[in-house]
């Protein structure tokens, strides 16, 4: 039907919205070499190029609270610049403990088990499937240091926090968690030495919010 379509790149993004139209001229040419030119064609609708949204961005909000040995987070999504495209993009994320779609507020909860990390990955994606995304790694909510002998417990809501170094059910050392900045709003860092228990013992660490029985976060190790 004497239609056609071509596809344009561009070189830059649309950063300042601008719309295009455009008019087709069709050109023959003889085995002369003699060009002739038809009538341009009419104006195209108008079309506003699009480009690959820009990086949405991924953090930790809060912790939701402790689901047994595992701890809900809370993240958000920030969407990146929509280079041209409408807004409203879908915003997904794909994790090691599970993937979808972010609600209406940009935000989903993953449980994460309490001694894993792992990257959270959130991706934006255009109506024409170009897409961008970026990484969170998600550090262990209850880790151990052995050669320094220091639980630290990340992502905890309760202030302040207690802990307790325990050897079967008896207790051997308690006290209050030492917070730690780390720069990160809505929840707290927070860190237990249990150096004075003799070198060898089996050993549970449990910190959480009662100062009676601490046992909100905890993780087996040997000292």
């Known amino acids: 039907d004497g239609s056609f379509s071509l596809t344009i790149t561009w070189s830059y993004p649309n950063v300042y919205g601008h719309t295009w139209q455009f008019t087709a001229v069709p050109r023959v040419q003889n085995s002369g070499g003699q060009v002739k030119e038809g009538r341009p064609s009419p104006a195209s609708d108008p079309v506003q190029p699009k480009g690959a949204p820009g990086q949405p961005d991924v953090t930790i909000i809060a912790p939701q609270g402790v689901t047994g040995s595992s701890v809900d987070l809370l993240f958000?999504?920030?969407p990146?610049?929509?280079n041209g495209n409408p807004p409203g993009m879908a915003l997904t994320y794909s994790s090691p403990w599970g993937s979808g779609t972010a609600n209406g507020a940009d935000q989903f909860?993953?449980?994460v088990p309490m001694t894993a990390s792992g990257s959270v990955t959130?991706?934006?994606?255009?109506s024409d499937d170009s897409s961008s995304n970026r990484s969170l790694v998600v550090q262990p909510a209850v880790s151990v240091d052995p050669t320094t002998a220091v639980m630290t417990v990340r992502y905890a809501s309760e202030k302040p926090l207690f802990c307790q170094t325990l050897s079967?059910?008896?207790v051997l050392d308690s006290g209050k968690g030492v917070e730690v900045a780390d720069g990160a709003p809505g929840y707290y860092t927070y860190q237990w030495a249990y150096d004075t228990v003799p070198v060898g013992t089996g050993i549970m660490l449990a910190c959480g919010g009662d100062g009676a029985s601490p046992t909100t976060y905890e993780i087996s190790t040997t000292r």
């Open 80 to 82: 990146g610049d929509a």
């Open 122 to 126: 959130v991706t934006q994606t255009a």
């Open 76 to 78: 958000h999504a920030t």
């Open 109 to 111: 909860v993953l449980t």
């Open 168 to 170: 079967g059910t008896t």
